[in-house]
């Protein structure tokens, strides 16, 4: 059982340069999320998708796009680069119940640098 | 809006003493509370939650958690550290009365010193 695997792990960017990062979970889970993670700044949410066909708006969600692809996998887009973009990325996923918690899973994270 | 404070940057404990990283939140309802760690280079991984009843909430690897309604807090616990417990620990709040979206505290860093 992998849980939350997303793809790729490392990446260098050059500014203006676009790429996707993907995301699957086999968990069976509604809800899944995108976060940046950032020295001092916590987990901020992107963007998420509360169900199969449904995609919003988070705190950050500026220079990105999100696709939910399936109810397994749920992919970040940066059309263009910024040196402000550098970061830790991780998707998560989650029941989407609220009335159970809704308890977060996440990925091991994607390391992207914008030179 | 929901909200969750970690007062502390960093908490540094001897190991086999007892250890506490502090969490207060604010939300509007009733909150579901939870504790996550991050262990260098790797994602967030769940400790514990409380939702609703016993105000002692126990977890994985040790830990246990107290929500505390009137303080609107909800600390972390271990009664005897271990180095092996250095890491990162994130709180986390949802309003049980709003939206799904989970917040966040900005994580304390725990040291554990043999």
């Known amino acids: 059982n992998a849980g939350v695997t997303q793809t790729p792990k490392f990446q260098v960017l050059k500014t203006g340069q676009s790429m996707t990062l993907q995301c699957a979970q086999d968990?069976?889970?509604?809800?899944m999320y995108w976060y940046r993670q950032d020295p001092g700044m916590g987990l901020r949410l992107i963007y998420y998708?509360?169900?199969?066909?449904?995609?919003d708006k988070g705190e950050v969600p500026n220079g990105y796009n999100v696709s939910r692809l399936n109810k397994r996998e749920f992919s970040l887009r940066l059309e263009s680069a910024a040196p402000s973009q550098t970061s830790v990325y991780f998707c998560?996923?989650?029941?989407?119940?609220?009335?159970?918690?809704?308890?977060?899973?996440f990925g091991e994270g994607s390391w992207l640098t914008v030179v | 809006a929901q909200s969750v404070a970690q007062p502390e940057d960093q908490v540094n404990v001897a190991e086999g003493n007892p250890l506490t990283v502090k969490c207060t939140y604010s939300v509007s309802g009733n909150p579901y509370l939870f504790w996550y760690v991050q262990y260098p280079n790797r994602g967030l991984q769940f400790l514990l939650k409380?939702?609703?009843?016993?105000?002692l909430v126990k977890g994985s690897y040790g830990f246990e958690a107290e929500f505390n309604k009137s303080q609107t807090s909800f600390h972390l616990k271990k009664p005897s550290a271990l180095v092996s417990d250095s890491a990162l620990y994130f709180c986390?709040?949802?309003?049980?009365?709003?939206?799904?979206?989970?917040?966040f505290g900005i994580g304390t860093k725990l040291q554990v010193i043999p």
């Open positions: 968990m069976n889970h509604n809800s």
């Open positions: 998560a996923s989650s029941v989407g119940d609220r009335d159970s918690g809704n308890t977060i899973y």
């Open positions: 409380y939702i609703t009843g016993d105000n």
């Open positions: 986390a709040v949802l309003d049980s009365g709003g939206y799904q979206k989970v917040t």
């Open positions: 998708s509360a169900s199969e066909g449904t995609t």
